[in-house]
């Protein structure tokens, strides 16, 4: 008996640099789509994935250029479609029923959203997350469609790992991104981004770090939500209700707040809905994540099932005596 030989192939570690194409980024100067191409690049160099196992899957809008600065295979698809041709499926209505019914099937996909506020790309237009009141050049009296809460329509959607970050703070965003790439399922990471051109300072108020501290809050697995500059703010739930506290007025300890934990669905529920409130902070971090069968696991599932009496081909179908005649 002789042992097997075992050969070791050394690979070279890989860097942000081997993610990188030699196409030039086509961005306005400020715009947070630089700092998302870093950092998915520093992630995909993290987590040791080989380039040629990555593709990129876009619709259109400015960040939908990204397939060509990632040195991976891409695909930059029509317009709100970037999610049916990722998942090979397609469905008659466009955009957000693309969205619901990605999330329903669960497929093992990563998403990211990039949320400016704005249609950037068609000079301005504005777009399902604008704010109400927003003058564009097609709502010059200011909008008055109720903005998308994307956070609550995820979850609503049956979701099952839903964060957001922001593009100045690296990062936390590189670390949010590699939590979703090792989501088992479809994963969905909003990201709210700057346009210097058509939404300047849209998120200024959780981009300063004077304004930051008091108008965020970070979610941390099985900490409590405090925030404000002295960390002397938190959260306490009178029942449903979220309520900001003063800890030191009101003789309170954090261990009197909130716990943040991922696979609480209905506390996942009442935090996308902060954003509802001025007087609440905005999360940031992985709202929720539940671990679930994937559909390509339960199509395989399913595959095994019906090919437990045995493997056949075609041809072999064709010939034996299970085929018919149609007359």
């Given amino acids: 008996m002789t042992d097997k030989a075992t050969t070791i192939i050394d690979r070279p570690v890989l860097t942000a640099k081997d993610f990188a194409s030699d196409q030039e980024p086509k961005w306005c100067p400020g715009c947070g789509d630089h700092a998302v191409l870093q950092q998915l690049k520093n992630v995909m160099a993290e987590l040791a994935v080989e380039p040629e196992n990555v593709v990129i899957v876009s619709g259109i809008g400015c960040s939908s250029r990204l397939p060509y600065y990632m040195a991976t295979y891409g695909v930059h698809g029509i317009h709100g479609r970037a999610l049916p041709m990722a998942t090979g499926r397609y469905s008659l209505s466009i955009c957000v029923i693309h969205f619901i019914h990605t999330l329903i099937i669960k497929p093992d996909l990563n998403v990211i959203l990039f949320n400016y506020e704005i249609y950037g ?9 604008s704010k109400i009141g927003l003058r564009t050049v097609t709502s010059p ?8 809460n994307t956070a609550a329509l995820t979850i609503g959607s049956g979701g099952s790992f839903f964060a957001r970050a922001f ?11 590699k ?7 479809t994963s969905l990471v909003e990201i709210y981004q700057n346009c210097p051109i058509f939404n300047n300072a849209a998120f200024e108020a959780f981009a300063t770090p004077d304004n930051k501290a008091d108008h965020t809050v970070y979610l941390e697995q099985d900490k409590p939500l405090v925030f404000g500059k002295e960390k002397n703010k938190g959260i306490i739930l009178d029942g449903f209700k979220p309520v900001v506290v003063d800890l030191d007025k009101e003789g309170l300890s954090t ?18 809905h902060f954003a509802d409130a001025e007087f609440l902070p905005r999360p940031f971090g992985v709202f929720y994540a ?8 339960a199509l395989t599932a399913q595959i095994c099932d019906a090919q437990k009496n045995g493997h056949g081909t075609l041809e072999e179908l064709l010939k034996g005596d299970s085929s018919y005649e149609i007359k």
């Fill in 121 to 129: 790309l068609t000079k301005g237009q504005y777009s399902p997350t």
């Fill in 179 to 185: 939590r979703a790439a090792l989501h088992k399922g």
């Fill in 141 to 148: 009296s200011g909008v008055i469609d109720q903005p998308f």
């Fill in 255 to 272: 261990s009197d707040l909130w716990v943040h934990n991922e696979s609480d669905i209905n506390k996942a529920s009442i935090l996308a």
């Fill in 290 to 297: 539940e671990t679930r069968i994937s559909y390509e696991d």
């Fill in 167 to 177: 593009d100045r703070d690296g990062k936390f965003l590189r670390s949010l991104l």
